[in-house]
């Protein structure tokens, strides 16, 4: 079970971090990643991380801005999101991926969902 939180509203330019606690099973068994959904849209994937931590991918639109880690002493995956824009606008969801093999983008390719958290930016 994923369970994400910190989402809420904040001025175009401002940050937010993003938390996804794992139970029920191994985390570090688990590529982790976010992706998001704005209205209207299709979800879309943000970043990935290796169970261990040591590699990432991030979406081109927010490559520099955004920056995914893990801690798997504590169950839990991070988004920290920095010079957020309106267009950040979107429900936000962690997902785990058990397959192990190199990071992936595609959101049918994590097995494991959390609920999302809206993270809304105001211009």
């Known amino acids: 079970q994923l369970q994400a939180s910190g989402g809420g509203l904040v001025q175009a330019g401002g940050s937010l971090k993003l938390s996804c606690e794992a139970s029920?099973?191994?985390?570090?068994?688990?590529?982790m990643g976010w992706f998001r959904q704005a209205p209207g849209k299709e979800r879309e994937f943000v970043a990935a991380?290796?169970?261990?931590?040591?590699?990432?991918d991030y979406a081109d639109s927010v490559r520099g801005r955004f920056i995914i880690s893990r801690d798997n002493a504590k169950n839990s995956v991070y988004l920290q999101m920095n010079t957020l824009r309106p267009e950040d606008t979107a429900v936000y969801y962690c997902?785990?991926?058990?397959?192990?093999?190199?990071?992936?983008?595609?959101?049918?390719?994590?097995?494991?969902w959390g609920q999302g958290t809206l993270v809304t930016v105001s211009s």
């Open positions: 997902a785990a991926d058990p397959w192990l093999t190199r990071l992936k983008s595609g959101s049918d390719d994590y097995d494991y």
């Open positions: 029920g099973g191994t985390f570090s068994n688990y590529h």
């Open positions: 991380i290796t169970w261990s931590g040591d590699h990432t």
